[in-house]
């Protein structure tokens, strides 16, 4: 039973890493880039369902709030989690939680993960609109101008490559008895 509980906070640390890792793959469209983090906390949550993915994200937001760079464009620091994009980074953890407990709850099939991710997706931008809307003192147009449509449709598209490669490793880790 130890061995089981540390093999999965080992696989946890392995996704908050694999987060790290594509968060710096960005392209910048504005004063918020377009990262690939959206995509890798869709993948964990598809993998792992809701309590790992959260905690793996929760591992990600906590090596960057204490300085280490894994944020987008190797950022680090409470600055960014309290500035402009910080909303998205808290999002993340809610979008884990939600759209790996929608995948658990129709044991992850292919089409409900897709609903899921998207969904995930919406929390994501959710969050990151309201904290940009008040840390830049903005108007709920503005934010949502400039925190959500620009990310809408390259959002959906992530949400959909995640969970369909979410649920094509996840069933080989299965069969090979790795989660």
């Known amino acids: 039973m130890r061995d089981k509980k540390l093999k999965q906070l080992i696989i946890n640390a392995l996704f908050a890493v694999i987060i790290a890792i594509l ?12 990262t690939g983090q959206t995509f890798a906390v869709g993948l964990a949550a598809t993998i792992l ?3 790992n993915a959260t905690i793996a ?3 990600y937001v ?4 204490i300085g280490i ?5 190797m950022t680090a620091g409470l600055g960014i989690i309290f500035g402009p994009t910080g909303g998205f980074l808290i999002g993340f953890l809610f979008n884990a939680y939600i759209t790996g407990y929608l995948i658990e709850k129709t044991n992850f099939s292919i089409l409900p993960a897709i609903f899921a991710n998207i969904i995930g997706t919406f929390v994501t931008l959710l969050f990151g609109v309201i904290w940009l ?9 503005t934010a949502f101008t400039a925190g959500a449509i620009p990310f809408i449709l390259p959002g959906i598209l992530k949400a959909v490559f995640a969970a369909l490669a979410g649920i094509s490793i996840r069933k080989r880790l299965v069969v090979g008895k790795l989660i």
């Open 69 to 73: 760079p894994v944020f987008a464009g």
């Open 62 to 65: 906590f090596l960057g709030a």
């Open 57 to 59: 994200v929760a591992v």
């Open 23 to 34: 968060a710096q793959v960005t392209i910048p469209i504005g004063p918020i880039p377009l």
């Open 133 to 141: 809307k008040f840390s830049g003192d903005l108007s709920w147009t």
């Open 49 to 51: 369902g809701a309590r």
